[in-house]
């Protein structure tokens, strides 16, 4: 089966927006191994849809559109497309009874023009929109070519796609599909070349996506039902947890930093944050979870050497004798910062962001981080150069936040992490890490 | 003039990245007063591409390509476009010795594949490529009609057209042109609205891009050179000055941010944070900004009203009786933290960024801030509802980072801030602020 993609809108022929649809639309349809040969994007106009879409429907059984649907006489849309695959449009009361209710919600009176967003097809079937006023539509002809049309927003379009439109594709390409995304801590290449024929394999199917300081791997079952789709995409999903290990951090969450949080909830810990190169990052990243208020309380910025001092109390003779980028004084503010915050896992980095600042002996991506409990301290060097500030800080990031995971976790100090007890800790007044 | 934009590449149709070329080129190509009536996607297949090139050059004036320049025998998109332009390509000796050059650089030995990317038009041109290894071309036939292909890499892309298409482009549609982007505070409606007639300007142009907590407003000015585009831009530009006063913050930086710094540096300023709902997000922002340790040396995330007590010294008092999410808190954060850190300025925020926590008193979406100097506190009540937690804390961000740079700039509180001064703040135990 192929499929092209046509995003109808001025704002994007203008650039004003991004064309995201179409990148969800294309992964969507790559993952029901449908081919997309050819995107558009076009304005609203009658004679250039028709044309495009006689060009199109010739050589592709589907055609996906998003946008178009607007309620303005200028919308045409609908129409045109209604025309190419043989159907018309009659008036839904259903629909137009929820825009009328859409309208009096929110204190307004529906403009007459609305009745339009109301027109369904007569031959083919409406896609119904619960997070928005304008319903989808589906066309069909008499040779099974279809098109299907979607409104522009795109929190309207990917929600109607994953409640209407997928489960028919997926039934027209035989069963029904689930799909799910672990979230792998690792570089793309890396993961690609250990992961091998698992990428290539046919049904189910995986697909990775290369993220700051992490891959997603998408894993997409064909079943019978969805329990049986479901149990394959899990039973495909264990080859990566057993190629991979703990480097497999979650599946389906939004980032590094929601784990986090509900592993330190589990645990009934209270983290805290001592940052320097990365100036808060850690405890935004944190914090922007909603109930993160359960698990984290005080974070420090301390960007200066004498920040460093007063709020976490690294020693001035280590910040003199080893500098602020070293293991010491990574390990010191960590410690510091569990004190001072009664907390009960610390992360703290410590590095040189750049572009500014590098020497030879310590270049620019040079960052230290370290993990305390009151157990001890992990302590991890990270050569996160060059790429740019913003990058360094984001990994940086990442790598403080997958220790805080594995401490909560219980599971072991990743390879490139050396851990110490607290009686080796305070066993030496010179610290004892290890460059 | 009239063009088309064709993004050539598999990992665009299967979604693994954003066309962010496209709306690049789509707005670069609006400014130049030229008409883009489509957009494409497609592999590179020379039958595909050949397809739609035939049609399109029927159409459209130019065509302008990204992607599809790679040294694999699999990349055909520059034979099969010259050929549609009755044009044909030859070795050019200098690229060649070029790319061999930036493999001797990188100690590796070209692959014999790449002699492909040194190959250039024989009657159209090349287009230098001072960002990579593949130069573009342009084709031109002998009615004119153009296409040009650029390398799909966007900073290669966006160096090479400002500096060898856009000149081009500009001289053949009259002159010369030259573009500012001014940074304004404010919703897009209304700058909109108050804008007016400015933005149907035909030249210069104005258009207005609405990001978070601001908008972008880029000015295009043709001109018979540089500088006088250039002075006709800044002419233009003066309007929007007149019109939105110190609403508008910089012109031509990459985000408030970056202008805050500045006059911290001009000041001779230190400024410090004490966030609650930002949890970091403030400090986060002014550190990323390379230099930003000769303004920035402490940031406190005060996320419980323990660690506001603690380090920044908030009353329990007031705690208690006013609450966390009050301007007497905000305005103790800022004093606190200017305290703390001896800094010549602190901004403080405290509010409910949601989505749980709202009550019909302070609901999700209320933020206090509060900005402090030695001279007095400014005290600013945001109300960011109706959005989700990531928005209503990036907003809370732009207002603090607003706050910051009108005390260093010296300019005076804006309407929707009250300020009060040490003595008036020390005259009452409960403190004055209004609600």
């Known amino acids: 089966m ?15 927006i991004l064309n ?20 558009h994007v076009i304005g609203d106009n009658a004679a250039r849809v028709a044309e495009l879409v006689n ?21 045409l849309t609908k129409e045109t497309v209604a025309a190419c695959y043989g159907d018309s449009l009659t008036l839904d009361e259903e629909e137009l009874a929820k825009i009328e209710a859409f309208y009096l919600r929110t204190g307004r009176t529906m ?9 369904v097809p007569v031959k083919g079937r409406k896609i119904v929109n619960d997070h928005g006023t304008a319903p989808g539509v589906w066309f069909e002809d008499e040779q099974g070519r279809c098109a299907v049309l979607l409104p522009g927003p795109p929190h309207e379009l990917t929600a109607m796609w994953n409640e209407g439109v997928r489960p028919l594709l997926a039934a027209r390409t035989g069963g ?46 064909r079943g019978e039902n969805d329990e049986d789709a479901k149990a394959r995409c899990e039973a495909f999903a264990q080859n990566f947890y057993d190629l991979y290990g703990d480097a497999v951090y979650d599946a389906d969450v939004p980032a590094l930093e929601y784990t986090v949080v509900r592993l330190l909830n589990e645990r009934g810990w209270v983290m805290t944050t001592a940052e320097s190169c990365t100036g808060g990052l850690v405890a935004e ?40 980028v070293s293991p010491e004084t990574a390990a010191q503010m960590a410690l510091g910062a569990l004190r001072a915050a009664d907390a009960d896992v610390a992360v703290a980095l410590t590095g040189i962001a750049g572009p500014g600042g590098g020497t030879p002996e310590k270049p620019v991506g040079l960052v230290w981080g370290a993990a305390a409990t009151r157990d001890g301290v992990w302590v991890r060097k990270m ?16 790598h403080a936040l997958d220790l805080v995971r594995r401490l909560a976790a219980g599971l072991p100090a990743p390879e490139d992490t050396t851990a110490y007890t607290i009686p080796q800790v305070e066993a030496s007044r010179t610290a004892p890490f290890a460059r």
């Open 2 to 16: 192929t499929a092209e993609i046509i995003a109808v809108g001025t704002e994007l022929l203008l650039g004003d």
């Open 20 to 39: 995201t649809n179409a990148q969800f639309l294309s992964q969507e349809l790559a993952a029901l191994g449908i081919d997309v040969l050819h995107q």
């Open 55 to 75: 060009t199109a429907k010739q050589r592709s059984d589907l055609l996906v559109f998003s946008g178009g649907l607007g309620p303005t006489a200028d919308d």
């Open 111 to 119: 403009p007459d023009n609305n009745r339009k967003q109301a027109m």
């Open 176 to 221: 029904t599909l689930h799909s799910l995304t672990l979230h792998v801590l690792g570089g793309e290449s890396d993961l690609e070349t250990r992961g091998g024929a698992l990428f290539q394999h046919e049904d189910p199917t995986a697909a990775i996506y290369a993220k700051v300081g992490e891959c997603h791997i998408r894993i997409t079952a």
């Open 285 to 324: 990243r944190v914090t922007n979870v909603a109930g993160s208020s359960e698990v984290f309380r005080f974070g420090f910025v301390t960007y200066a050497n004498e920040a460093k001092e007063k709020l976490l109390g690294v020693s001035a003779h280590t910040l003199a004798t080893e500098g602020a």
């Open 383 to 398: 050569t996160l150069g060059r790429r740019d500030r913003d990058n360094i800080r984001r990994r940086a990031s990442q």
